[in-house]
């Protein structure tokens, strides 16, 4: 095993020195849930699962990192992180609010089925 830099627990800031790895592990089973969902083309399926394989293999080797504290990149990464975080949890949220619609539009039309068969029996 290759010999790691030694730490020093007294000044370590995991905020300011690591990847926010419980977020990235959330984007990560995002994407893989997303990559399931049968409301998405294939392609998108697809997309969602690459990305999330991707992102499932830096996340195992960004785990054990620490970086110097207050690095732009990781800073940057972090930030990033968190507004995809948001984002997909957003585009989620308005798939659902798609399928809910499409529900709501099914209903609409057997209610006006009825409404028709009513039209049919008083002609």
């Known amino acids: 095993m290759p010999k790691r830099r030694e730490l020093d ?10 990847i926010d790895t419980a977020k990235l592990a959330e984007v990560v089973q995002d994407a893989f849930l997303m990559s399931m969902d049968g409301r998405l083309s294939e392609a ?5 699962y690459a990305n999330g394989v991707t992102l499932r293999a830096q996340l ?6 620490v970086f110097e504290a207050d690095t732009p990149e990781l800073l940057r990464a972090n930030a990033t ?7 997909l949890k957003a585009v989620k949220a308005q798939i659902d609010q798609a399928a809910k ?10 209610q006006l089925d009825k409404l028709l068969q009513i039209v049919d029996i008083a002609l």
Do not use: P
């Open 44 to 48: 998108v399926q697809g997309s969602y």
């Open 81 to 87: 992180i968190k507004q995809v975080n948001t984002k």
């Open 101 to 110: 619609v499409l529900e709501d539009l099914g209903a609409l039309v057997a």
């Open 9 to 18: 627990l007294a000044s370590f800031n995991a905020a300011s020195q690591t």
């Open 60 to 65: 195992r080797e960004l785990l054990i990192e």
